[in-house]
């Protein structure tokens, strides 16, 4: 995750000195994350690719405005929402997404710390994948873009247009949920 | 698999908790929620534990250890970006460079052509009743100061960011004021009062120059980032040089003044009694003299083995650092980082050196990770953490 003082330097030296350095540094810094962000709207991994693509095309076409963007995260993640929702309603115009319709994709259990590192068990390792996996799409995507995203409640809520008290009650179903799965595992 | 067994447990406080649960970990929570948590926690001992290893598996972020992905959309990125700006993107080899770690230390290599604004970093402090009622005061009387200060009530010093009259940024870590008096910016001066850590970017201005006042020390910045940490409790002021020019003096010596190379740093000793004391001349330009009462030292500036960042700025990447350090010290951080009291109750645990670094731990795992290296016990009595041997 990158500091938000990191942020505003790469964003400075993109702005003022159009910096390819900087801009390679920010594509790299996000690229992952804001790819999984469209893959869950669109459900094809090319597609994502190339919205996310787009972005950072803008993003360098518009460079010498940047600085009155408030927060450049928040910006990215929602110029790639709308873009992954022009693709996916310009087929059919009145398909509406719902955050209920969302295919979230969460890194595998050896993204994590291994198990041993932490002396529990791997069984105990696959059911908090497994509790993480079953959450229902809205919870998920707001648990993915706070716990492996890293954003705050707030910025979350500015992306997907909803409040902080439902990013608050969503993150409580998920953690209970994920506490709640292992308990009979462990003993 | 029966849910209301685990209900039952945990009691009719469950929903509290995971939602208290959710707001530490997202790191959300006030200083209240976080001692709610813990006492409802302690009450259920057996709960405690599962949680705690689910939370610790859970805090544990994937590591991105490999860039494939990246590299490869890069290529393809690049390539699309080389047809729609062939006069920008012509040259190839900025797609080609290798990637550098993102590290605050880089960022200040680049060239001084063209900044527009200055970057450095100030700690100071100093007890702001000192301020107020010194006579000395570095800023005159009767203009009403104004004061800005960061949110304290979060586990981690916040990083808020404030802006000064004059476009100045200012990233204000935890426990920390800053104060300038309503005529900022007239009459050729710009000059702040700083308590606690902060980070300033200048807006540039060569025909007004700006000057942070930090005890009895006081910083002029010529173009400049520098760190300088002064804490009421420490018994020097620490300024360490990055890049650019910095003009370091002291009020009881306004003529004696040092000027820093980049990659160092000077250490000043202040004590309450000297910063009133004028001071007697007797001077040795050595690497560790005596100037009248304040005793300084030079050294160079060293990054940690193995990355980029350098211990005395680490604290803006929300890093806590110490290299070979007394745990006096250590504790003396962790207070300041965490916004908790800790007492060393043996002597013998007070000079015990640890080297390390905490992101994202928690109070009580940082504890436990130090608990590792030497064996202390831990005891918390009434909000007051307890380090001691058995």
Not at chain 1, 124 to 129: C, R, T, Y
Not at chain 1, 139 to 167: F, N, P, Q
Not at chain 1, 178 to 185: G, M
Not at chain 2, 104 to 125: D, E, M, N, Q
Request: glycine letters at 4%.
């Amino acid at each position: 995750m990158i500091d938000q003082i990191q942020l505003q330097l790469l964003l400075e030296r993109i702005a003022v000195f159009g910096d390819h350095d900087a801009y390679k540094r920010l594509f790299w810094a996000f690229y992952k994350d804001l790819n999984r962000f469209a893959y869950s709207f669109v459900k094809s991994n090319e597609v994502a690719e190339e919205i996310v693509s787009d972005v950072f095309v803008n993003l360098w076409k518009n460079r010498m405005r940047l600085l009155e963007i408030e927060n450049l995260k928040v910006y990215l993640y929602v110029a790639v929402k709308n873009l992954s929702i022009r693709h996916s309603t310009r087929n059919n115009r009145d398909h509406l997404i719902s955050l209920d319709d969302l295919a979230v994709d969460i890194p595998s259990t050896s993204a994590y710390a291994s198990p041993e590192e932490l002396c529990i068990s791997a069984e105990l390792a696959a059911a908090i994948h497994t509790a993480i996996q079953n959450l229902p799409p809205r919870c998920k995507i707001i648990y993915k873009l706070i716990r492996e995203d890293g954003l705050r409640y707030k910025e979350v809520a500015d992306i997907l247009h909803i409040s902080v008290k439902t990013i608050d009650a969503q993150m409580t179903i998920a953690t209970k949920k994920i506490c709640q799965s292992i308990n009979f595992v462990l003993k | 698999m029966d849910p209301y067994i685990y209900k039952e447990t945990i009691g009719m406080h469950a929903n509290r908790i995971w939602e208290l649960l959710s707001r530490k970990m997202d790191g959300e929570a006030s200083m209240d929620e976080l001692r709610e948590l813990e006492q409802l926690l302690m009450n259920l001992p057996e709960d405690a534990y599962k949680i705690d290893i689910v939370t610790s598996y859970l805090q544990k972020k994937p590591d991105s250890g490999t860039f494939g992905e990246e590299a490869l959309a890069w290529e393809k990125h690049i390539g699309l970006m080389q047809n729609l700006h062939p006069e920008e993107f012509d040259d190839a080899s900025s797609a080609i460079l290798p990637r550098r770690r993102h590290s605050l230390a880089s960022h200040f290599r680049w060239p001084k052509v063209g900044f527009y604004s200055i970057l450095f970093v100030v700690i100071f402090s100093a007890s702001w009743l000192l301020y107020q009622n010194h006579a000395s005061s570095p800023l005159s009387p009767g203009a009403n100061p104004i004061q800005l200060s960061a949110q304290n009530n979060l586990p981690h010093p916040s990083k808020t960011k404030k802006i000064l009259p004059d476009g100045t940024q200012v990233w204000l870590n935890g426990n920390s004021h800053i104060s300038y008096q309503d005529d900022f910016g007239k009459n050729n001066k710009r000059e702040v009062v700083l308590i606690g850590e902060a980070f300033f970017d200048v807006t540039h201005n060569a025909h007004v120059p700006f000057i942070v006042h930090a005890r009895s020390i006081n910083i002029t910045v010529k173009g400049t980032a520098f760190n300088v940490k002064a804490y009421p409790e420490d018994k020097n002021v620490e300024t360490s040089l990055l890049r650019g020019v910095v003009e370091v003096s002291s009020k009881a010596d306004p003529k004696r003044k040092f000027v820093l190379k980049p990659s160092e740093k000077i250490n000043i000793s202040v004590s309450a009694d000297n910063e009133t004391l004028p001071s007697t001349s007797g001077k040795k330009t050595v690497s560790e003299s005596t100037d009248g009462n304040n005793i300084y030292s030079i050294d160079k500036l060293q990054p940690e083995p193995g990355s980029d960042i350098i211990p005395e700025v680490a604290w803006l990447q929300n890093k806590l650092m110490f290299s070979s350090e007394p745990l006096s010290e250590i504790v003396e951080k962790m207070q300041r980082w965490y916004g908790a009291t800790i007492e060393i109750k043996d002597d013998r645990l007070k000079d015990l050196r640890f080297t390390g670094a905490f992101t994202n731990e928690t109070l009580r795992q940082a504890l436990n990770e130090l608990q590792a290296t030497y064996p202390f016990e831990i005891n918390t009595d009434n909000n007051v953490v307890i380090l001691y041997i058995k």
